[in-house]
């Protein structure tokens, strides 16, 4: 068991994306899921929070409550099942963010955390302190702010390196990045 564990965010509707589900996309012969994956190795647990998809590695499951909730419900769930002092937090349609980008963030935690800035803090990739994490939550987590939640935290702002903070969250975004992530 290693000291730190994550919460990946699996559970978004993906309007943008004609309602596909975005962590099953497939980039460079890998799952958006399965790249959020490799990115918190050696992380344990890792907690995939939303609806069961193929992963090439073991995961635990979780459902926000309810299930569409938004990301501080998906965080509220995921919690549940660790009881690591630091979790990596990540949405699962990042194509930017890699081992590295953990390593960064978890040697830059501060009091409560370490959140990836790109000029604009990336409240979906972050490393904390899950205490602190429990303590902010609110009790109706659902469709709450995950800025308003996490924000009032102190952590680290760690500066983004290029193409860290990329997500897909349309066709053209997926075009794109399969495009300058050609399959290896």
């Not at 460079?28 to 990115?39: E, K, N, Y």
């Not at 903070?165 to 399969?178: N, Q, W």
Request: aromatic residues 2%; negative net charge.
């Amino acid at each position: 068991m290693t000291d730190f564990a994550a919460v990946l965010l699996a559970g978004g509707r993906g309007k943008r994306m004609g309602g596909v589900h975005k962590p099953a996309l497939v980039v460079a012969g890998h799952t958006l899921l399965d790249r959020c994956i490799a990115a918190v190795h050696p992380a344990d647990p890792v907690v995939v929070v939303g609806p069961e998809t193929p992963t090439e590695h073991p995961v635990l499951w979780a459902r926000e409550d309810p299930p569409g909730g938004g990301p501080v419900a998906g965080l509220a769930a995921g919690l549940k099942l660790i009881d690591s002092p630091l979790v990596a937090v990540l949405a699962a349609d990042l194509v930017g963010v890699t081992a590295d980008t953990v390593a960064r963030l978890r040697a830059h935690v501060a009091n409560d955390g370490a959140v990836l800035d790109d000029g604009h803090r990336q409240w979906l990739i972050g490393v904390w302190r899950a205490e602190a994490l429990r303590k902010v939550l609110p009790e109706n987590p659902a469709d709450a702010s995950l800025r308003s939640v996490l924000g009032v935290l102190d952590y680290a702002p760690v500066a983004a390196a290029p193409g860290e903070t990329v997500d897909v969250d349309t066709p053209a975004d997926l075009a794109r990045v399969a495009s300058q992530h050609p399959h290896r």
